[in-house]
């Protein structure tokens, strides 16, 4: 494929026209994608990497079935919802037939962003109130409103930056969290945190407009709540006036397998009062939605204030939410999230027994989190370690990300078409670099193996499948990527300097 520019003339160019905060991968050695297909993505040489990070590509990159479709409805028409079009409804009845019967009215906006705003408006519009009550390491997106409600971006500001409306609860996370998985209920425990809060708020004369918690936290550490914690929750805040905001950005869309939203995890007996949707829901098309109740929908037109919003719902953007669903369905991405997220768990839990640097394995589905520690006992975060991973993998032509209030989680999030082949390759490929850690480190693996990392691949992308094919493509005569460098000097140091991915 014909560049443009070099690799280096881009790097220059971002850096001249592109402000200095947004961030890229590996800034060290950022990755110049060109071109990506499936679970794959190319860079400019042609090289060939497995993506384990992007649920943005949720039934996989440039999926054939979805560019019909968008193409299909450019070449005819694109405006705003204004105009009537089948297009708005049919995705509306598609979109909440997989919801709730309570789940019934749709707000399409264009990211995550827009719709957890936007839900925040329906949330204080309802009954008058203001606060909001939030997780530790929460993070909801970009905008201001969203800023002052994620933990996540706002404790980089300082310790006065909390708003006096944002309360914040503990993350329900049972393996480093308040309460543990030897607590004997902790989703009641949790919860009765929430229920404190409220209880404190109520005393200072506020009142609490809204809960919002991601169904699983992602950027939090791929924290799981306990089952049962939602509902007494939700219970408490519905009792203070309040509603529960269930965000599905990261997290819906038949990820987790089992279920089609991950808030079902917790049971038939919990639903929402809003749910916001976004990242998957276009497969990298800008589009999300935000679905709520007839009542509270109601509640935001009683303030005589119309909502429009520009580009939300338009016929191009549902013509692409409509194909999406029907992929999910026709090539049961549901199915193959339980089958080879079942399959990436019993992998991981044999690193978790083998590797002293492996704490914890949690997850459901294609949403899966390894917690790297340097003590087991005291589960101490292994951070400089497990961001040197990333960029061992990097090498290896693996691409995962790192996260949580620790940087130390490994996170897997691929697009649903990942597979078995997949999860195996990526698995061996962590195993050894684990390995060659512990070595430097002078951590004691299980089997005392010596490591000798071969990242086997193919490496150009004339070695990649057709679009749409069943199998992955097998990773075979790479060369080592293991280095005598950074944490395999002679020192056998770890870098204590935080990499940033």
Known sequence: MEELYSKAETLALRRKHIGPSCKVFYAKDPLKIVRAQGQYMFDEKG????DCINNVAHVGHSHPYVIKAATKQMELLNTNSRFLHDNLVQYAQRLTATLPEKLSVCYFVNSGSEANDLALRLARQYRGHQDVITLENAYHGHITSLIDISPYKFNQLGKDSKKEYVHVAPSPDIYRGKYREDHP?????????VKKIIEETQKNGRKIAAFIAESMQSCG????????YFQKVAEYVRAAGGVFIADEVQVGFGRVGKHFWAFQLQGEDFVPDIVTMGKPIGNGHPMSCVVTTREIAEGFGASGLEYFNTFGGNPVSCAIGLAVLDVIEKEDLQGNATRVGNYLLELLAEQKEKHPLVGDIRGVGLFVGVDLVKDK???IPATAETLHLIYKLKECQILLSADGPYRN?????????FTMEDAKHAVETLDALLTEIEEATGMKTENNASANVQCKR?????????AGASESIN????????QENGIYSKKRSVPSKRIRT
């Open 221 to 228: 550490g791929q924290v799981i709540p306990p089952v049962g």
């Open 185 to 193: 209920d902790p989703a009641s425990a949790y919860a009765e945190e």
């Open 475 to 482: 990773h075979v005569n790479g060369a080592a990527c293991r």
């Open 458 to 466: 193919k490496t150009t992308e004339e070695s990649s499948q057709p």
């Open 377 to 379: 006992q005291k589960r």
């Open 47 to 50: 090289e060939k990497y497995l």
């Open 409 to 417: 989680i490994l996170k897997f999030k691929p697009p649903m078409c």
